[in-house]
């Protein structure tokens, strides 16, 4: 280019990308113009792949113009994951029943976990996620019954990160934070203590694929539970283990997110 200045071209699915990813840190519905300022993108180029987002279904536009994530992409996300939740489901709810706390399975997507299933509890304990959501593996206690079990490489690559203060009671220190992963793999199960939010604590296990880590079951309650909340491994391991047999025939990519590898 003249002068020198080389402007990087976005390529359009990543335009279209960068406007459904809008919705998703908004958690709400925008306006066009709001739209644009949050994907960079130019108000006539946002306004056309707006309207053709819109007639595919995939965002709706209310009667106020602001726009929202549509009907369609909502059909299109029940079949990710599919053959695992449906597996799994009973299992989960088996879980909620035998315990009366929130259950969740959640698998590794890149450096965070992503919560596939979960079955409320009645409590009104503090959420920190909901199903499709994601969090940091080191904060979670599914994430690090995953992150303990995962390959060598895997651990020290995450561990090599700036890993993110979620409570002021997460678990930060690389050393100390591998040792707990240490401790984990020898027992078999992780637990957290307001690490990822207050008045919340948590305690799972991994779930096995052949000799692999697949997924993490886990519990989460209130803190003031967190005494006694190990009285619920038993249970946890039973039904991670009747997981494990039912979903042996799903291959071990449907328990990994597209981005596998740590970035």
């Known amino acids: 280019m003249a002068g020198g200045n080389r ?8 335009k279209v990308l960068a406007i459904l990813e809008a919705f998703e840190k908004s958690r709400g519905s925008l306006t066009l113009t709001e739209i644009a300022e949050v994907t960079g993108l130019p108000l006539s180029t946002a306004h056309r792949l707006v309207t053709e987002l819109t007639n595919w279904g995939l965002l709706f536009r209310g009667a106020q113009g602001r726009y929202q994530l549509g009907i369609r992409l909502w059909e299109l996300a029940q079949n990710a994951w ?6 799994a489901r009973p299992f989960i709810q088996d879980l909620f029943s035998l315990t009366g706390e929130t259950a969740h399975l959640a698998v590794r997507e890149g450096n965070e976990v992503l919560y596939i299933d979960r079955v409320y509890g009645s409590k009104r304990v503090p959420r920190a996620s909901r ?17 303990a079990f995962e390959e060598s490489w895997v651990r020290s ?29 020898e027992q078999g199960y992780a637990t957290t203590l307001e690490e990822v939010r207050l008045g919340s604590c948590s305690i799972a296990v991994p779930i096995f694929h052949g000799r692999q880590v697949g997924a993490g079951l ?22 991670a283990g009747q997981i494990e047999i039912s979903t042996a025939h799903i291959p071990l990519e449907g328990f990994r997110g597209v981005s596998g590898a740590t970035e």
């Open 131 to 147: 199903v499709g959501g994601r969090l940091p593996m080191h904060a979670t206690a599914v994430g690090k019954a995953i992150l």
């Open 82 to 87: 599919r053959p695992l939740r449906e597996t």
């Open 218 to 239: 886990g519990l989460v309650m209130l803190s003031s539970q967190a005494s006694t909340m190990i009285r619920h491994l038993p249970t946890l391991k039973g039904v």
């Open 7 to 14: 402007v990087e071209r976005r390529t359009v699915t990543t």
């Open 157 to 185: 690559a995450y561990l090599d990160r700036q890993l993110e203060h979620r409570t002021p009671h997460t678990h930060v220190n690389p050393r100390l934070l591998a040792e707990e992963l240490a401790q984990i793999r």
